[in-house]
């Protein structure tokens, strides 16, 4: 079940110097002359089959990351490379190539799903658009895609609302897979979803990674569901990666202070394990107008002068196999 | 949560039989079918539960605060300091509400009024309840933004609703339910549109606030994390009814309900393996206008018979204050017969 087959080829995506900047536009004459700092200098790369779980709390830059590499956002600055070819820039018709094997799956699929469609429209429209087979063919894709899925072939004939949120989150999944995409971001895919119903989605996920050889990009701000599917992590804390590894490392053992107050904020459902917390002070600041050299240093209780001038870059450390945004860790 | 005659002496709020029924378009759906517990003073009990389960209806029909005319308390009842709110007159229950029972609700942007200050939606349960004249009021207002972590109350006094953060928020949503120091605080899913660095300051302001004032807290949230972290007892609730109560260590410890099981095992820690495969509950929680006529677990239940599906189980003891509500629990809890 765990066995890891690495590919040889280099990775399937490579992010480097990631930056999205939306202007505010202010003032009579709406000039932007201030800007959010949504994503700001984001660099990781996925291979082909790897999961790479994204993990902030709400501001922090992760779904407009995700949507940078769905290229449903241009990027203001840096470069996507996927499968050796770059797509930072790429306009239009350009993109309709792309879209076969880059895929979304969004948070709540009521909002996601066409609600004057049936399901079978949902699922042949990606088909349609891409040109993909016949219509004979088309209709054997659909039945197929609801059976991979766990949904009864006649649901084909039914609309969005007469599903519940778990059905509704399969026949995001089943769209988002209609393609055989290699890349699939997965956008807070459990968190609209009853307690009972998340574990369900997280199998199914699982279980088509496996099946499909799929990458996925998983955004999630539930660190417990994010190590559960991921093979590495990165944690986002206003725009910017601030550390990274393993998931395992970054659990037993994190090493920047944001990191630290994150995994001790998580309520454990283990009443013997009570009050053990840290509990970090103050609010995410906005992104807009962020704080000056490392954004965490206003809320971190280690803040030295050198953090409020000085950004630190992510890097290797000696401390532990991950890497770290972070002046006071060596 | 024994039955009234033993505790209701001792219980500050105690809920007995309590049924709620509302109107809908599929016909009358009962929301809550006999739900029964008590709260003590000082104490904080969790209701936990998925949606639907019937959570929230119960906090609304406690402050009788059910959507009209659709929603009606049909039977039980609801006994604070010895009182049944039930029957109580309308203008009587006005002077509980805010005053000796506080309630925060999901979504502190909902529950605040876009449209006035903050200093203003503060001294006015003040110049309501304690009859406080407006300086008074508003001296008091600023003590409670201060005593709930709002730094700079002065200038927040005098801020809308949108000028502030969710944190903020739900702080100022708080400081208005305890401006009267209320004997029962109930909060309905306080924590889960705020992020989790700031779920923990909320959650912590909330048990120090509480050992300060001495109230009881009914803690009603999805979230069983939230529940082992805060609460003294528990309550899981699943599609309308209580499948199984006791103290925390009961149910983090020794759940005896199969759902209890499902819920605490499907849910991914941070100790699971990497991608391996969680255990689910099969299925969906039944609607409300198509429950199941026996246990109302039954549809997704692994262990079910025959039986299960035609009368629900009643409540039985596992052992102390612990029942479940469930013909199989004795097979089902290993350590069932070892417990103290």
């Known amino acids: 079940m765990n066995v890891e087959t690495p590919e040889p080829a280099g990775p399937l995506l490579e992010v480097a110097d990631l930056s999205m900047h939306f202007p505010v536009r202010e003032g009579v004459l709406r000039r932007a002359r201030r800007f959010n700092r949504a994503v700001d200098g984001v660099s990781f790369a996925i291979a082909s089959g790897e999961t790479l779980g994204l993990v902030g709390e709400s501001g922090c830059g992760k779904s407009t990351l995700g949507r940078c590499v769905a290229r ?11 499968q050796g070819e770059e797509i930072t820039r790429l306009r239009g018709g350009r993109l309709r190539p792309l879209r076969r094997h880059i895929q979304m799956v969004f948070q709540d699929p009521m909002e996601s799903l066409n609600a004057r469609h049936n399901v079978g429209d949902i699922l042949r429209e990606p088909l349609v658009v891409q040109r993909v087979g016949d219509r004979a063919s088309r209709e054997l894709r659909v039945r197929e895609l609801l059976d991979i899925v766990g949904l009864p072939a006649r649901s084909a004939q039914r609309y969005p609302f007469e599903f519940s949120g778990g059905q509704r989150q399969r026949i995001g999944i089943a769209r988002a897979i209609a393609l055989k995409p290699r890349l699939v971001i997965c956008d807070e895919p459990v968190s609209a979803l009853d307690v009972s119903i998340q574990s369900q989605i997280l199998n199914l996920l699982n279980d088509l990674q496996r099946e499909f050889r799929l990458s996925y990009l998983f955004i999630a701000h539930d660190l417990a569901v994010v190590k559960h599917t991921s093979d590495r992590i990165a944690v986002m804390y206003l725009g910017k990666i601030v550390e990274t590894g393993d998931g395992e490392s970054i659990y037993r053992a994190p090493r920047h202070p944001y990191t630290k107050s994150l995994i001790s904020a998580i309520p454990v459902p283990d009443p013997h394990q009570r009050a053990r917390r840290e509990v970090l002070w103050g609010d995410v600041p906005s992104p807009i107008d962020p704080p000056s050299g490392c954004a965490f240093h206003p809320r ?4 030295t002068a050198r953090c409020r001038v000085e950004t630190p870059a992510l890097r290797a450390v000696r401390s532990a196999p991950q890497r770290v945004a972070c002046h006071l860790v060596d | 949560m024994n039955g009234p005659s033993s505790r209701a002496d001792v219980a500050l709020l105690a809920v007995n039989g309590l049924t709620v029924e509302f109107d809908t378009d599929e016909g009358v759906v009962r929301a809550v079918d006999g739900v029964t517990f008590d ?7 969790g209701i936990v539960g998925e949606s639907g389960c019937g959570k929230s209806v119960t906090a609304l029909s406690i402050m009788r605060l059910l959507p009209q005319p659709m929603g009606r308390i049909v039977g039980g009842e609801i006994l604070f300091d010895g009182e049944n709110l039930r029957q109580l007159p309308l203008a009587a229950m006005q002077r509980i509400r805010g005053a000796r029972i506080g309630m925060v609700f999901q979504e502190p942007m909902t529950a605040l009024n876009p449209v006035h200050t903050i200093g203003r939606q503060l001294a006015e349960s003040l110049l309501l309840h304690e009859g406080l004249r407006p300086n008074d009021a508003l001296r008091q207002s600023m003590d409670m933004l201060h005593r709930v972590g709002i730094p700079a109350p002065d200038v927040r006094m005098t801020e809308y609703p949108h000028q502030l953060s969710g944190g903020m928020r739900q702080r100022v949503v708080m400081a208005i339910a305890l401006a009267c120091k209320p004997d029962l605080l109930i909060a309905d899913e306080p924590t889960t549109a705020l992020d989790v660095t700031v779920q923990a300051q909320i959650l912590a302001l909330m ?3 509480q050992d300060d004032l001495g109230m009881a807290v009914v803690l009603i949230t999805h979230d069983l994390g939230v529940i082992a972290e805060t609460s003294d007892r528990a309550v899981v609730m699943y599609a309308g009814r209580i499948a199984e109560h ?4 009961d149910i983090f410890d020794r759940p005896a309900h199969p ?8 849910i991914p820690t941070l100790s699971t393996m ?3 495969k969680l255990p689910v509950i099969e299925g ?3 609607s409300l206008a198509d429950l199941p006529q026996g246990c109302r677990f039954e549809n997704r239940c692994a262990h079910r018979q025959p039986r299960c599906a035609e009368a629900p189980p009643e409540r039985e003891l596992v052992a102390g204050t612990h029942g479940v509500s469930c013909y199989r629990w004795r097979e089902l809890t290993p350590s069932a017969a070892a417990n103290p």
Not at chain 1, 300 to 303: E, G, N, R, S
Request: aromatic share 6%; glycine share 10%.
């Open chain 2, 39 to 45: 709260v003590k003073p000082g104490e904080t009990l």
């Open chain 2, 246 to 249: 006791g103290s925390v260590y």
């Open chain 1, 72 to 82: 449903l956002h241009a990027p203001t600055d840096g470069s996507i490379n996927f």
């Open chain 2, 207 to 209: 048990r120090e606030l």
């Open chain 1, 300 to 303: 971190c209780p280690m803040a």
């Open chain 2, 284 to 286: 969906m929680v039944p």
């Open chain 2, 259 to 266: 759902y209890t099981q499902g819920l605490l095992t499907s």
């Open chain 2, 274 to 276: 990497r991608k391996s």
